[in-house]
C-alpha cells in the first residue's frame, strides 16, 4: 500500500494515491505497535499534503491525536482537541464538512474504543448509538469492525451488572452474528475476535471449560497474528473473569501478559491505569540483552555451596547420552523416554509438544509394570480407572498454564487445587493426587511440556532432578523434530523422482559454498549432539554470543535456517563425526 501511494504521487495520480494512503493508515492501526503506528502517520502526513485529500489528512490528524493520547498516562477518553477546549463545538464544525460523517465515525469508533478499555462500559455503549447515524457513510471503512466489536464487550461487560434492554440484547445478538458471517468469509482476521466475543457472552450452552478454552485461543491467535488491540483485550477479559471467580493465582498470570501486550501495543495510558491497579507487581518481561545477561550470571550467583556445578553434571549427563549417527531415531527416542521414566519414579508420564501452535502428546507411559524388577503396584497407582477421561492423556488446563507462565507447576493433591480440579482429564481420577508439569525448551525456545503423576509415596521433585527430567524431555522433542525433517526431506526426494525431474547434480552435494572454519565445525558436531547455546559455550570456553555468530554462520554457509535442517545437511555432506 505505501509503495501503491508513493508510486501513484510520483506519476500524479493523486486519487488513488490518496485510496492507498488512507488503506495503509487503516490498516495499520492495531497491527502495529504505537511507535511505528505513529511513524507511518508522519510520513504519510507528508504525501497527504501533496495529495489536498481532506479525508485522508483529516484522518491522520484525528489519528495522531490519538496516539498522543494513548502515551500520555493520564489518558481515559479520547478528547477531540480544539483551540477553545470545547469538544462540542469541534464536534459540530467536523458534523458541517462535506466528509464530516465519515469523521464523526472514526471519533465515535476511538471514543467506543478507549471507554471500554479504560472500564466504562456505559460510555461505550453510548458512544456506539452515537455513531449509528454516521455508519452508511463509513461503511467502507475498517473503523466499522472496530467499533463493533467493542461495543459487543461493552454490552457483554453491562449485563454482569444490569439488565440490558430488548434494544441492547437485540444489537447483542446482531452484532455476533455479524462477526460469525465474518468469520467465516474470513477466520484468518476475524476468528480470534469472535472468539473472544463468545467467551465474553458466554452463552447456557457453554461450560466453564469452554470458556477457558475460547479465552485461550484467542489470546494465542491474536498473539501469533500480532493483533495487538484483540491481544491485549483478550487477555485482560480473561484476567477479570479468573478474578471474579476468585482464581487469583492464575488471574494474575493472565494480568501479567495483559500488561506485557498492552506495553507491546505502546498504550502507556493503558499500562499507567494497571500499575494503578495493581502496583508494581506488573512489570515488563526483561529485554533481550538483559535477559541474557541474566542468564549467564543468575545460575552463578544462585549456586548454593558445596553443590557441584549444575551445568557441568547436565553436561556430562548430555554426553552420555550421544548416540552413534546410525542409530535408528525411534529406538533413540525410546531410550530417552524410557530414562525419563526411570529418573522421575512417576506412576503415569506424558511428553507434549508444541506443534503446529497447539499441545500434541509426542510420547505416554501408560504406568505397566516395569522389565527392570521395579514394583507393578508402585507402577500403577497413578490412574486405575484404565483411560484418559478427555482421551488426550494429559490435563489440558495444567500443561497449557505451565507453558504460557512458563515455570514447573506442581500439587500434592489435584483435586485440591482450584485451578485444575475441574479439568475433564481428571474426571474418575484415583491416583494419589501428587502431579507436576514441567516446561520444556529447545533451543532457549518453548517446545512443550512434561507431564507426570506420582505414588504417594514420592518423594517432591528437587531442582537439579527437574532440570534433568527438561534436558531428557528437549532431546526427546529434539530427535521427533530431527526425525521430521529428515523424513519431509525423503518424501520430497521420492515425489521429484517419481515426476520424473532432472536428475541434475544437487549444488550442495560438493559441500558448503564456502567451507565451515574449525571453530564452527566444533559447534556444529555440539549442536548435533542437542546441546543449547549456553552448554557449547560452556564446552568450548566462550561466550553464548559467541556461539550465537559461529550457528548463524552455519546456517548461512549450509543455506538451512534450523537447527535440524543444519543437521540434516550436515548428514547429507558426511560434515558429521560418525
Not at 484522518?59 to 478528547?79: A, E, G, K, T, V
Not at 537439579?464 to 530431527?482: C, D, E, G, M, N
Request: proline share 4%; hydrophobic share 35%; net charge negative.
Amino acid at each position: 500500500m505505501w509503495e501503491a501511494s508513493r508510486v501513484c504521487v510520483e506519476s500524479g495520480d493523486y486519487v488513488f494515491g490518496s485510496y492507498a494512503l488512507g488503506g495503509l493508515i487503516n490498516m495499520s492501526y492495531g497491527n502495529f505497535p504505537l511507535p511505528k503506528f505513529d511513524r507511518i502517520l508522519r510520513r504519510s502526513l507528508q504525501i497527504s499534503e501533496l495529495t489536498n485529500e481532506e479525508l485522508v489528512y483529516t484522518n491522520i490528524m484525528i489519528y495522531r491525536q490519538l496516539c498522543d493520547q494513548l502515551r500520555s498516562p493520564d489518558c481515559r477518553n479520547f478528547m477531540l482537541g480544539a483551540e477553545d477546549g470545547d469538544e462540542a463545538r469541534a464536534l459540530e464544525e467536523v458534523g458541517r464538512q462535506e466528509i464530516g460523517a465519515v469523521t464523526l465515525y472514526q471519533i465515535y469508533t476511538y471514543k467506543t474504543q478507549l471507554h471500554y478499555l479504560f472500564g466504562n462500559a456505559e460510555e461505550a455503549i453510548r458512544c456506539a448509538r452515537l455513531a449509528d447515524p454516521y455508519e452508511v457513510s463509513a461503511v467502507q471503512s475498517p473503523h466499522k469492525f472496530v467499533l463493533r466489536f467493542y461495543e459487543t464487550l461493552a454490552l457483554a461487560s453491562a449485563a454482569r451488572t444490569r439488565e440490558l434492554s430488548d434494544a441492547e440484547q437485540r444489537r447483542l445478538r446482531d452484532r455476533q452474528r455479524e462477526f460469525a458471517r465474518y468469520a467465516r468469509m474470513s477466520p484468518e482476521r476475524f476468528g480470534h475476535s469472535l472468539k473472544l466475543m463468545r467467551a465474553e457472552i458466554r452463552g447456557p450452552e457453554f461450560t466453564e471449560s469452554d470458556v477457558m478454552r475460547l479465552y485461550d485461543e484467542a489470546i494465542d491467535l491474536a498473539s501469533r497474528k500480532r493483533d495487538w488491540h484483540v491481544w491485549a483485550v483478550a487477555c485482560e477479559c480473561a484476567a477479570a473473569y479468573y478474578q471474579r471467580q476468585d482464581r487469583r493465582r492464575i488471574a494474575a498470570v493472565y494480568w501479567q501478559e495483559a500488561y506485557e501486550a498492552y506495553d507491546r501495543w505502546g498504550i502507556e495510558a493503558k499500562c499507567a491505569d494497571l500499575r494503578g491497579r495493581f502496583g508494581q507487581r506488573l512489570m515488563p518481561r526483561a529485554t533481550g540483552e538483559a535477559a541474557a545477561a541474566a542468564e549467564e550470571t543468575g545460575p552463578v550467583a544462585r549456586q548454593p555451596a558445596g553443590f557441584p556445578d549444575d551445568e557441568q553434571w547436565l553436561l556430562r549427563l548430555k554426553e552420555s547420552l550421544s548416540f552413534p549417527a546410525d542409530l535408528d531415531f525411534e529406538q533413540t527416542k525410546s531410550l530417552l523416554w524410557d530414562r525419563i521414566i526411570r529418573l522421575s519414579q512417576a506412576s503415569y508420564g506424558c511428553l507434549v509438544a508444541w506443534r503446529d501452535e497447539e499441545l500434541r502428546v509426542e510420547r505416554r507411559w501408560n504406568g505397566a509394570p516395569r522389565v527392570d524388577g521395579g514394583s507393578g503396584a508402585a507402577r500403577t497407582g497413578g490412574r486405575r480407572n484404565g483411560g484418559r477421561a478427555n482421551g488426550e492423556g494429559f490435563p489440558r488446563s495444567m500443561a497449557q498454564y505451565a507453558f504460557r507462565i512458563d515455570q514447573p507447576v506442581q500439587t500434592e493433591n489435584v483435586l485440591e487445587d482450584d485451578l485444575f480440579r475441574d479439568d475433564p482429564y481428571f474426571r474418575g481420577y484415583k491416583g494419589s493426587g501428587t502431579v507436576c508439569c514441567l516446561p520444556v525448551h529447545l533451543h532457549e525456545e518453548p517446545a512443550g511440556v512434561l507431564y507426570l503423576e506420582f505414588p504417594a509415596s514420592a518423594h517432591p521433585l528437587q531442582d537439579q532432578r527437574r532440570h534433568a527430567l527438561t534436558v531428557l524431555s528437549a532431546q526427546t522433542l529434539f530427535y521427533a523434530r530431527l526425525a521430521e525433517t529428515l523424513r519431509a526431506q525423503a518424501v520430497g526426494a521420492e515425489a521429484e523422482a517419481s515426476a520424473g525431474q532432472s536428475a541434475e547434480a544437487d549444488p550442495y552435494e560438493a559441500g558448503p559454498f564456502v567451507p565451515l572454519s574449525d571453530r564452527e565445525y566444533e559447534v556444529l558436531q555440539l549442536i548435533s549432539q542437542g546441546l543449547t547455546n549456553k552448554e557449547i559455550a560452556i564446552q568450548l570456553g566462550v561466550t553464548p554470543g559467541t556461539v550465537k555468530v559461529h550457528t548463524h554462520n552455519i546456517f548461512n554457509k549450509l543455506n538451512v535456517n534450523r537447527r535440524t535442517q543444519a543437521i540434516a545437511q550436515a548428514r547429507r555432506l558426511k560434515l558429521l563425526d560418525s
